[in-house]
């Protein structure tokens, strides 16, 4: 019964760099939302997606970065050439898409710092 | 783009005493979520409300959803230090596929 799987917990990059951010989301959920947390702030959205679409990327960044949710396998945050400012939590979350609820189940986070 | 607003940014407060986080916002949800989260951790998942004028007791936290379902409060009764922690609102529409917009979040610090 696990929970939505974040990897890596830390991920250090020197500027110039790509980082691939990995997220598993809880059995049975098929919306994925990425989010992006700067100290002392809170959540922003990036993205939403459903399994192989994206819904929402309103909240992405227009270069530098993109995100996937394939058919088979997790989720993935891709942010290429990295810059100091990338430097920032990075939490997913997950939900069944159904119902009446839309909660969501966060993981733990990837904390990337560009070096 | 769903705008929840909370108040206030932050508070810090004795062990034993009571405290309210608000959650606002000129928009309608199907849904609203409470969370916690501290340090270096993800969002904890506390509590969901969907019905207008609901209220949820979780020990020590009560959460009410407003009649128009555009607001939400959260109230802890004696405050303990691990209380301390972010706590964060989301809202969500069924009409916005599903989309959950999060507030900034309020600091709570209890101090012993």
């Known amino acids: 019964n696990a929970g939505v799987m974040q990897n890596p917990r830390h991920l250090v990059r020197r500027r110039g760099q790509e980082a691939r951010l990995r997220c ?5 959920h098929s919306h994925v939302y990425w989010y992006r ?19 929402d990327e309103s909240g992405m960044p227009k270069e530098r970065f993109s995100a996937e949710f394939p058919k088979e396998g997790p989720s993935i945050l891709r942010i290429q050439q990295v810059v100091r400012g990338d430097s920032a939590a990075y939490f997913c979350a997950s939900s069944p898409g159904q119902g009446e ?5 966060f993981g733990q986070g990837t904390r990337l710092t560009v070096v | 783009t769903q705008l929840l607003e909370q108040s206030p940014q932050f508070l810090s407060i004795q062990e034993g005493e009571n405290l309210t986080v608000y959650c606002n916002s000129s928009s309608v949800f199907s849904s609203l979520q409470w969370y916690r989260q501290e340090p270096g951790e993800g969002p904890v998942l506390l509590v969901t409300v969907v019905t207008g004028g609901e209220v949820k007791k979780l020990k020590r936290l009560t959460f009410q959803f407003g009649d128009a379902r555009k607001d939400s409060s959260l109230h802890i009764t004696a405050a303990q230090p691990g209380d301390t922690g972010l706590y964060l609102c989301a809202g969500g529409t069924r009409s916005n596929d599903y989309k959950l917009s999060f507030g900034a979040g ?7």
């Open chain 1, 101 to 105: 609820e839309t909660e969501a189940f």
């Open chain 1, 37 to 55: 947390q700067l100290p002392e702030e809170g959540l922003k959205f990036m993205v939403y997606l459903q399994k192989e679409n994206i819904i």
């Open chain 1, 24 to 28: 598993s989301p809880m059995k049975g």
């Open chain 2, 106 to 112: 309020t600091t709570v610090t209890v101090r012993a």
